[in-house]
DNA sequence: GCAAAAGTGTTAGGAGTACACCCATGC
DNA sequence: GCATGGGTGTACTCCTAACACTTTTGC
């Protein structure tokens, strides 16, 4: 290939992710405010542009760093956004992430040399966002949807591990519906990714719950 | 962002398809003999670098037909590769599809401006390829497998309608496995893509079979 | 009449869903 | 003793998978 072919110069990638959490049982998505041109003063899904030097989970984890300071932040792939005019710059491909931290345990920079502001927003109370991103939300929560069920992502929320009805909280929260609580036992033990220990605690009821880990 | 900053100078994208064809009954892939470095002389997936004007199936289909004379090939997403050195000459992602033909339909160009032979290999098969192409036909034929149920991606093959043991041997084919026919029937009776017709026909057997049509 | 493929039905196991009652505890 | 949440079992449906015999027809 003629690398100073103008057809295809000037062309970028874009890493971001949607990284969610649960408030209080309210699934919430991270925004970050941008300090510099395009979008400048917009709302954004955290990420940028990809270096020369980086795979691609590790170009979005800088990204992540430099704009909330988060670190290590564990992302699955969730979809590919490339339609032309998707950046008024230049042609900018985004390959995009889901991620999910516990908000309460983590401190969030709200200004850094490219963001002056970070917020949780609520799912449906989110604004116009820079570039596609709100689309890339859209998809993003159909992912986290899928993904729930079929990987550990909500471990972050019970290092010390979680009773049934806790996660099943999370759980509903997500998807955004009710569970029968029997039903969601039996389908999350099935699974064979949570395993019970010895101990108990109280959550929530009287009578105590029996804690489960993660393998 | 600033659009010479050199830690993202240089980038571009791939679109690139791993077609296949089931011939008698075997699953193969097309692969192109390239002539210009890099990997010169070496064979290949088709596909090539996205121009800025492109949306990216329309750069695919474009690569595609330079390298092939194929038109207007029915694609599906599989993949994104992008660890940072699976190009030599500069950092390029390759986003990467799926797409299935009849190859006895169809007339392969073998040259073109951009190849010097086009040939359908055997998966199995298949030789050492240029850039990361092995990978992305690995990955490409689980995405067939995934799909090949739950798509009409294999419309193609019947234009005209076809008989359910028909249908079953390219299932069969690209599987990789022998199914029950009975069992199969019902399957893909019940995904409501095809619908009988009127008219019967004698394929294989001595008796006739009930021609079906994708919807 | 026989070889070769087309067509068909039943059963068993697993996953999902709907639903109701008892248990342990704090107050 | 009662309110609150934790824990459990059963029945139905649907999907999957295994499996054997009859039908049609060309030779």
Not at 88 to 96: D, E, G, L, S
Request: charged share 30%.
């Amino acid at each position: 290939m003629e690398v100073n072919n103008p057809k295809y110069q000037h062309q970028g990638i874009h890493v971001i992710a949607s990284i969610f959490t649960v408030d209080k049982g309210v699934l919430k998505v991270l925004l970050v405010k941008r300090k510099n041109e395009p979008f400048k003063d917009c709302w954004a899904l955290t990420g940028g542009a990809l270096y020369n030097t980086e795979d691609l989970e590790d170009g979005l984890n800088r990204e992540i760093y430099e704009k909330t300071g988060l670190k290590n932040i564990k992302v699955k792939f969730s979809k590919v956004f490339g339609t032309k005019d998707r950046s008024p710059v230049m042609r900018m491909i985004a390959i995009t992430y889901i991620g999910i931290i516990d908000a309460s345990k983590v401190e969030i920079a709200k200004d850094t040399l490219k963001t002056s502001n970070a917020e949780w927003f609520k799912i449906g109370e989110v604004p116009q966002l820079a570039y596609d991103h709100n689309e890339i939300i859209t998809e993003a929560i159909k992912t986290l949807k899928e993904e729930i069920l079929k990987t550990d992502l909500l471990k972050v929320f019970f290092p010390n591990g979680f009773t049934l009805p806790e996660l099943q909280k999370i759980y509903e929260s997500i998807l955004n519906k009710k569970l029968d609580r029997r039903n969601f036992r039996k389908k999350i033990l099935n699974t064979n990714m949570i395993i019970p220990t010895e101990e108990e605690i109280t959550f929530e009821g009287k009578k105590k719950a029996k804690i489960y880990k993660f393998k």
